[in-house]
Every structure is written in C-alpha cells, then in structure tokens.
C-alpha cells in the first residue's frame, strides 16, 4: 500500500492509489469468472462492431440507426472502460490501480453512463416523431438535428461526469484504500474519505436524480404520445407492425434505467455492496451485450441486413 504524507490533516496519511477488492475473494473462482467474463467482453465486441458494419449500409442510414450506431460505440467504449481491468485482477494479486487511473475511470464510466441517459431519450424522441408525426419524420429528424441531438448527449455527459469526478476526488482519502467494488464507482469512494460526507452525497444524488429524471421523463412522455397514437390505429395487425418499430428501444431503456436507478437512487440505508455489484455488472456488461441481440432479432431490417452481410461473406 502506497501513501504520501497528507497536508489536509495533522498526523494523517492521503491514499495515492486503491485496491479494487473486485467480485468475490474465493481464488478457487477467480478462473471462471476470467473465461466467463472474457466470452461477454469478446460477445460485446463482436456484437456492437457488427450493428455498427451493417447500419453503415445505404438501406439503413435513417436517425433510428444513426443513433443505434451512436449507442453501440458508447456499449464498447463503457464495457472496455471496466472489463479489461476486472480481467486483469482476475488473474493478479495485485489488485490496485492509481489514484488518477481511478479518477479517470469514473470520469469516463460517468460521462459513457450520462451520454446514454440522453441518448436513450433522444431515441425515445426519434420514435415518437416516426410515429406521431410520420408525414414531417424526413424533414424533423433530418442529418443536422440528429447530430446536434448526439453532441448534446455527449456535451451532457462530459458535464456531468466532469462535475462529479471531481466532487469525489475533492475529497481526502484517508486510512483505507480498499474499495468493496470491481471499479471506481461513487459510493464505495466516498465511504473511503475521512470526512463528513453528506453534503457530498447530497451533491452527488440531486444531479443523479437530475441525470436520471429528465430524460426518463422525456421517454415516458414520448412513449405516452406513442401508445396513444398506436391506440387509435384500427387494426390489430397495423398496431402491432408500429409498436414493433420501438419494442427494442424500449427494451433497452428498461434494462438500463431499471439497473441503474436500483443503484444510485436507493436510500443509503438500503446500500449492500455485494447487491451494488450485480446490479452494476447488468448496466456495465451485461446491458451493453444484450442491446445488439435486442435489435438483431426483434428489427427486421438489421436481420435482412445481416443476412445479406453473411451471403456475402459465404459468396466470397
């Protein structure tokens, strides 16, 4: 353990690195939880590279898969920020990672995290204005909006991820530098510093509530408009093609909504780690390998695309 003399307090050390005590501390696991997780980060991969190949086909350059292309680079960019560490402690004793390897860790789990809030909300907009507002969809979501929608996201993201990052790391960090997490997240942090953290905390949750809450909100009027739009449509078989158009998307949404929401809005009283970490292991590598499978097999145009992808690949 690596400590440099404090100048906070008097007689106190500050940490200058962390140990990531990771999954569970029974080696005889640590193997199977290498392979298991190495096939979901090489399934991740592969399966958000292929959605971003076969939306680049003229077919499909439409908003719906400009931002599924969007959403699929920020999967492996969030799933390559925690699995390789959490690959390497796996198969090492050595655990820790650096006072600014953790800081940038969280600075970039927090700004792909928040980016995909917004994301997921401009999507949600995306299909309320295909569904709604079909005769003026071309004109509404045209090139120069969906970009600006997508640079919001990510200018959204940066804000955010810059203003709690450093919040966090503000703090003095005395004593212990075991963190009871598989990577540098915000609750297992604070509970390390040797001050008074609550009006950190509070910092800390209104702007989750804010990150959380307004583009959750603006899903769930979207989807409002949507269902009843689709209500009024007469027949069964027309209500069903349309609703399927946004099933995937709304798949999506509930998996990483439900997830993170169970983490960073549960009153501190209800905090477990050991629960903190699977649900954190749904939203940081689960979710990000089960969205390409939600839209290839529930959109029809990306499984024509892909097949037609795979006749060419046979063909040569």
């Given at each position: ?293 939600i839209y290839s097999l529930r959109n029809k145009e990306v499984k024509g695309a892909l ?10």
């Amino acid at each position: 353990m690596k400590y440099l003399e404090g100048s906070r307090r008097e007689n106190s050390t500050t940490v200058t690195e962390f140990i990531l005590v990771g999954l569970s501390d029974l080696p005889e696991l640590e193997v199977l939880l290498f392979c298991m997780f190495f096939l979901i980060y090489i399934i991740t991969l592969m399966g958000n590279v292929l959605i971003i190949m076969v939306t680049v086909n003229p077919s499909l350059c439409t908003p719906m898969y400009f931002f599924l292309r969007v959403l699929s680079f920020l999967d492996i960019c969030t799933t390559s920020v925690i699995v390789p560490k959490m690959l390497e402690n796996f198969l090492s004793k050595d655990r820790s990672i650096s006072y600014m390897g953790c800081a940038a860790q969280m600075y970039f789990l927090l700004f792909l995290g928040a980016s995909e809030c917004f994301l997921l909300a401009a999507m949600a907009y995306d299909r309320y204005v295909a569904i709604c507002n079909p005769l003026r969809y071309t004109a509404i979501m045209n090139r120069k909006v969906c970009l600006l929608l997508a640079v919001f996201s990510w200018f959204s993201g940066n804000l955010v991820s810059m203003v709690q990052t450093a919040w966090v790391f503000t703090l003095p960090f005395c004593g212990s530098n075991r963190i009871n997490y598989f990577f540098c997240d915000i609750p297992p942090l604070i509970k390390l510093s040797c001050i008074d953290t609550s009006l950190y905390e509070m910092q800390a949750m209104t702007t989750t509530v804010l990150v959380i809450f307004i583009p959750f909100s603006l899903i769930l009027v979207s989807y409002i408009r949507i269902i009843s739009t689709i209500m009024r449509i007469t027949s069964a078989e027309g209500r069903h093609k349309t609703f399927s158009t946004c099933s995937s998307h709304l798949m999506v949404v509930t998996l990483y909504y439900g997830s993170g929401s169970l983490i960073y809005l549960r009153p501190k009283s209800s905090y477990s780690p050991e629960s903190n970490k699977v649900l954190a292991l749904m939203y940081t590598t689960i979710t990000p390998m089960l969205n390409p499978i939600i839209y290839s097999l529930r959109n029809k145009e990306v499984k024509g695309a892909l097949r037609r992808e795979k006749m060419k690949v046979i063909s040569h």
